[in-house]
């Protein structure tokens, strides 16, 4: 009883931290998350290496950063996008990387191989996550590299 009462009171102290700006992120809806973003960064990831990717730190085979100008089209491939809840166990190909003033405040994933057609955005801490149309997404990638 005693270390429950005392893992309680360290997330009362953790939670009642001062993060500046971005103190409620994770209570924020995604599309507000994206309209906070002055930069978006995507990496794309060798999944035949890793089949979860656990840290930014893994070496990416490919970046792509999308600046402020080209948010817009990020949003647009979540139209007509299904959410869900909680996913489990899905394979890492993409990560997303949600900056402001150059300081990343969130981080999703995407699996591409879920799905035929379809790929998978999820929340780093896996409890939502969007289907949308895998064309509208290569679509957004090669937009990102012009």
């Given at each position: 009883m005693e270390k429950i009462i005392q893992l309680f009171l360290a997330l009362i102290i953790i939670s009642s931290c001062n993060h500046g700006k971005y103190e409620n992120l994770n209570s924020?809806?995604?599309?507000?998350?994206?309209?906070?973003?002055?930069?978006i960064v995507v990496k794309l990831y060798d999944s035949t290496v890793e089949k979860q990717i656990t840290s930014t730190e893994s070496n990416p085979k490919k970046i792509f950063k999308v600046s402020k100008e080209k948010i817009d089209s990020f949003k647009s491939i979540f139209e007509?996008?299904?959410?869900?809840?909680?996913?489990?166990?899905?394979?890492?190909?993409?990560s997303i990387s949600l900056l402001y003033d150059n300081k990343e405040f969130g981080l999703f994933y995407v699996d591409t191989t879920e799905f035929k057609g379809k790929v998978r955005i999820y929340d780093c801490g896996y409890q939502y996550s969007y289907i949308l149309e895998e064309q509208k997404w290569k679509r957004f990638l090669s937009e990102a590299e012009k």
């Open positions: 924020l809806p995604f599309n507000e998350l994206v309209a906070e973003s002055d930069q007509n996008a299904k959410k869900t809840g909680y996913c489990c166990c899905p394979i890492s190909n993409y």
